[in-house]
C-alpha cells in the first residue's frame, strides 16, 4: 500500500515540475478570415486606440477587413493571422492610411452634370472666355443649351464682369445659360433672355434675386443673380434619370479617385430616386447623406420625413437619418444669401465697394429668409419633424440670423438634441463665433474658397471686417464642431486642395491671407475625416478606424504628417476602398 502512496506522491511532483513548461493553452476562437487585408502601411487611425500595436504611441502598420468592416487594425504579425488563401493583400509600401474622407458639401449630381458640360474655370481672360464658348454652341443642335460655366473673373488681367455682348455672336439662336463658380449669378444670352421674355421694359426683380441692366437703357446685361437665375434655369429641358443616373456615376468616380468615401449632399429633390435606385442596385462607391433643397420646406415635410432608401431609422443627436448607411436623408437644405464674389451675400454694414447705384449695397435675404416669422415657422416645424437643418450663410448678418433662429429653436424645444448646421460660415461677426459651441451648431465650411476669396474679400468689405472671416482657428478654439467639404462643383472636390488652403491660407492669386486663421494638418484632416460622422450621428460607424467599424479608408502616395507645406496639395490618392471594396486604384 505504501508503494502506491509514493507512486501518486511521485507522480504529482513530476507534473508540478513539468507543468510550467507546456505551453498555454488557448482558448480564444480563431481569427477572423479576411477578405481584405493592407499590411506594411502607416495607419492614422483618427485617434481611436488600437491594442496589439507594440505599445503606446507606436503606430499600428495594418488592417484585416471582412465583408463591410475592420475586424482588425493592428501590427503586421497580428493581421497575417487573418490572412487566407482567398484574402486579397495590399503592401502599402510603408504609405500612409487615413479614415475615409468625407465631402460636407456636395452637389453631387450636379458635379456629375458639370464633369460632361463646358468649364470656364480656367479661361485666362474674355478672348478665351468667348473662344470657349463658341466651340461648345458649334456642336449643338437646335433646340438645345450651351449650358455649364463656372467661371470667375477675379484672377484676369482685366476683371470685367462677362455679358451678353460677348457671346451673342458665336451663340446666335441657341440659348446658353453659364453659371458663376460659386452658382449665386449666371450670364445668359440674348437667345436665353428672350425666351424667358426679359427685356428692357421688365420683369422687375423677384425677391432675393437681381436682374443686372446697364443704368441708361435698362436693357439687361445678361446677369442674373440668385432668384433672376430661375426666370431662365426654368426653361432649360430637365434631364432625365438615366441622366442623372449617368452624372451620379461619373461624380462617383471622380470622388473615389481623389479618395472621398462619403458625401454631406445638398440635393435637388430629383436626386432622391437616383441615389435610391443607386443604393438597391448595390452600385453606390460612395456613402450619401442628403440634406434636399425645397423652396416650401412646409409643405413637404411629411413627404422628406418619410423619404427613406430602406434599412433603420437612426435616431441620434444629430437628428433622425432616414436610410442605412449607404444613403440616408438627414434634413432640409435652405438659403439666407448669396455670395460674396456676386455681392448679394447680406453683410450687417454696407459693401466697402458698393457704389450709389448699387440697388442692394448690403446684399440680399433670399426669398425663403426674406419673412423672419415664416422662416422661424419653418425651422421649428423641421425640427419637431426630427429633420435635421442646414442654412446656406455667408455674409456676417445673415450668420448671425441663422443663429438666432437656432437659438429660439433650442429654447422652444429644450429637448431637441439636433445638430442643426450652417453652411459656408465665411464671415461672422466676431461676437457670433462662440455661440456655434454653446448651441451646438455645426459649422460646414469649405476651405477651399478661402483662396479663391482672398482675392478679393478685403476690397469688398474692408480690413476690420475680415477678423471674423474664415475663422477656422477661433471656431475650434471655441469648441465648435467644424467640418469641411468642398461645395463641389462651384470649386474642385480635392480635399487636399482644401486642406492646403486652411493651413497655408495660400489664395489662388499667390499671396497668403489670414494666417492667423489657419489650423494644423491634423486638425484639417480631421474635418475631413473624423468630424463629419460627428455632424450626422454616424460616428459609431464612421471617421475613425478601428474593429467593427465600418471599412472606409484611404492609402495615400504621401503623408500629409511629414510632407512640407508647398506638397499639401499633391497629396492624391492610390487606393480608395468603401465598405471592404476596393473603388479606386491609382494606374
Known amino acids: 500500500m505504501w508503494m502506491v502512496t509514493i507512486m501518486c506522491f511521485s507522480f504529482a511532483l513530476l507534473v508540478l515540475v513539468l507543468e510550467p513548461l507546456k505551453a498555454p493553452v488557448d482558448v480564444t476562437t480563431a481569427p477572423v478570415p479576411a477578405d481584405l487585408a493592407v499590411v506594411n502601411a502607416r495607419i ?82 474674355r478672348e478665351e472666355f468667348v473662344r470657349a464658348v463658341e466651340g461648345e454652341a458649334k456642336g449643338k443642335q437646335p433646340g438645345e443649351w450651351v449650358l455649364g460655366g463656372r467661371w470667375s473673373v477675379e484672377s484676369w488681367d482685366k476683371p470685367e464682369p462677362p455679358r451678353k455682348e460677348w457671346i451673342d455672336p458665336v451663340t446666335g439662336n441657341t440659348p446658353t445659360f453659364l453659371t458663376r463658380m460659386d452658382g449665386h449669378q449666371a450670364l445668359a444670352n440674348s437667345a436665353a433672355l428672350g425666351l424667358a421674355k426679359i427685356d428692357a421694359g421688365g420683369p422687375p426683380d423677384p425677391q432675393g434675386g437681381e436682374i443686372e441692366r446697364d443704368p441708361k437703357t435698362r436693357e439687361p446685361t445678361g446677369i442674373l443673380k440668385d432668384s433672376a437665375m430661375d426666370l431662365v434655369a426654368r426653361l432649360i429641358p430637365p434631364p432625365g434619370e438615366v441622366e442623372r443616373r449617368a452624372a451620379l456615376e461619373r461624380a462617383m468616380r471622380h470622388a473615389n479617385a481623389l479618395g472621398v468615401t462619403s458625401v454631406h449632399d445638398m440635393s435637388a429633390p430629383a436626386d432622391l430616386p437616383v441615389f435610391r435606385a443607386a443604393r438597391a442596385a448595390g452600385v453606390l462607391t460612395v456613402r450619401v447623406t442628403s440634406y434636399v433643397q425645397r423652396d416650401d420646406w412646409v409643405g413637404n415635410l411629411d413627404e422628406i420625413a418619410r423619404s427613406s432608401s430602406g434599412g433603420d431609422a437612426a435616431g441620434d443627436a444629430a437628428g433622425a437619418s432616414r436610410g442605412d448607411s449607404w444613403f440616408t436623408v438627414a434634413g432640409l437644405k435652405g438659403y439666407m444669401d448669396g455670395s460674396l464674389g456676386s455681392r448679394n451675400a447680406y453683410m450687417r454694414q454696407n459693401y466697402a465697394d458698393a457704389t450709389p447705384e448699387s440697388p442692394y449695397p448690403r446684399g440680399q435675404l433670399t426669398a425663403f429668409a426674406g419673412s423672419a416669422d415664416s422662416f422661424q415657422a419653418a425651422i421649428e ?118 486642406i492646403d488652403s486652411a493651413v497655408t491660407g495660400r489664395t489662388l492669386a499667390g499671396g497668403v491671407w489670414l494666417p492667423e486663421h489657419s489650423i494644423t494638418v491634423e486638425e484639417a484632416l480631421r474635418a475631413y475625416t473624423v468630424s463629419p460622422p460627428k455632424a450626422v450621428g454616424r460616428e459609431s460607424e464612421l471617421g475613425t478606424l478601428g474593429a467593427g467599424k465600418l471599412a472606409d479608408f484611404v492609402i495615400l502616395n504621401q503623408d500629409p504628417f511629414n510632407v512640407p507645406e508647398a506638397g499639401i496639395g499633391e497629396i492624391r490618392a492610390v487606393t480608395t476602398v468603401v465598405g471592404g471594396r476596393v473603388v479606386y486604384e491609382r494606374p
Open 44 to 125: 492614422w487611425t483618427g485617434g481611436e486606440s488600437v491594442p496589439g500595436t507594440g505599445g503606446q504611441g507606436q503606430e499600428p502598420t495594418a488592417v484585416a477587413v471582412a465583408g463591410e468592416r475592420i475586424v482588425a487594425v493592428a501590427d503586421d504579425e497580428t493581421i497575417r493571422r487573418h490572412i487566407t488563401p482567398s484574402t486579397r493583400v495590399i503592401d502599402a509600401q510603408r504609405r500612409r492610411v487615413i479614415p475615409g474622407i468625407t465631402d460636407s458639401h456636395t452637389h453631387i449630381v450636379s458635379g456629375g452634370f458639370q464633369l460632361a458640360r463646358l468649364h470656364l474655370r480656367e479661361v485666362k481672360g
Open 381 to 498: 416645424q423641421a425640427d419637431a419633424a426630427s429633420l435635421q437643418v442646414a442654412i446656406h450663410a455667408i455674409g456676417d448678418e445673415a450668420n448671425h440670423l441663422v443663429l438666432d433662429a437656432y437659438e429660439s429653436v433650442a429654447k422652444l424645444r429644450s429637448g431637441s438634441k439636433r445638430r442643426h448646421r450652417v453652411e459656408h460660415v465665411q464671415h461672422l461677426l466676431v461676437e457670433d463665433i462662440p455661440r456655434f459651441a454653446r448651441l451646438g451648431v455645426v459649422a460646414s465650411m469649405q476651405p477651399y474658397h478661402k483662396a479663391d476669396d482672398g482675392r478679393y474679400a478685403e476690397k469688398a468689405i474692408g480690413k476690420e471686417r475680415l477678423k471674423g472671416s474664415y475663422a477656422f482657428r477661433q471656431l475650434l478654439d471655441a469648441g465648435a464642431l467644424l467640418v469641411f467639404g468642398s461645395d463641389w462643383p462651384v470649386v474642385t472636390m480635392d480635399p487636399f486642395a482644401g
